[in-house]
């Protein structure tokens, strides 16, 4: 069952914020952020693997709220390089291999 | 270098013409799994693998079988292609870090 992102998509202007969300019906034990530029393969970002954990990776920044079973991906002053679909997953069953919301299209205007 | 090797890249075939789309990875998981990416759809689940001789469905597992004779191997085989499978596919690896490592994509095209 794949989680839930919000928005399907942002459009930027440089320096500007953005922020995705993604929720779960079900219990979240980690949530993994990919993204993936255009015509490319998605690569890794980070991975959240406890309720309240944050975590940044340039300005890129995550949070995981366990309880409310969503987590968020903040994108601080945004770049060009920023552009492209950003994925959460979460592990479904006894895999640990995620299954990947429906993406989120970010587009970075100069 | 670490990486997922998936072939073809590209491929067009006619419905029902079998087809195997090859996934090696040198890095050593245990698990790999197939996805398909279609517009709005985001990432698919095909199959996964948790090791030699063990694989599970995962979401959307009609039309399309695997095997994991060997650690290094993941084909994803199409019995029967039909237009409905026209995707991109992307095969991944798992490391025990839990990080995946994808394949570039195989565009599939079935007339």
């Known amino acids: 069952q794949q989680p839930v992102q919000s928005p399907q998509a942002v459009i930027l202007r440089e320096g500007e914020d953005a922020v995705i969300n993604c929720s779960s019906s079900?219990?979240?034990?980690?949530v993994h952020w990919y993204r993936q530029k255009h015509g490319e393969a998605p690569v890794f970002l980070m991975i959240?693997?406890?309720?309240?954990e944050q975590k940044g990776h340039d300005k890129i920044s995550a949070s995981f709220n366990e309880k409310k079973q969503q987590s968020s991906l903040y994108l601080t002053a945004s770049q060009l390089s920023y552009s492209g679909t950003y994925f959460c997953?979460?592990?479904?069953?006894?895999?640990?291999?995620?299954?990947f919301g429906r993406g989120t299209s970010l587009i970075v205007h100069p | 270098e670490a990486q997922v090797t998936q072939n073809p890249r590209y491929l067009i075939t006619v419905t029902g013409k079998k087809l195997t789309v090859t996934c090696s990875q040198n890095?050593?998981?245990?698990?790999m799994s197939w996805y398909r990416q279609d517009p709005g759809l985001g990432l698919r689940q095909i199959y996964y693998?948790?090791?030699?001789?063990?694989?599970d469905k995962g979401d959307v597992p009609e039309g399309y079988k695997v095997s994991r004779k060997e650690k290094r191997n993941f084909p994803l085989i199409l019995e029967s292609p039909s237009p409905n499978q026209t995707s991109l596919y992307f095969c991944?690896?798992?490391?025990?870090?839990?990080?995946?490592?994808f394949g570039a994509g195989s565009r599939l095209t079935v007339l």
């Open positions: 991944a690896s798992r490391s025990g870090a839990n990080v995946l490592t």
């Open positions: 959240l693997l406890k309720g309240g």
């Open positions: 079900k219990a979240l034990y980690s």
């Open positions: 997953g979460t592990p479904s069953g006894g895999s640990y291999i995620p299954t």
């Open positions: 693998s948790m090791n030699v001789e063990v694989t």
């Open positions: 890095m050593n998981h245990e698990y």
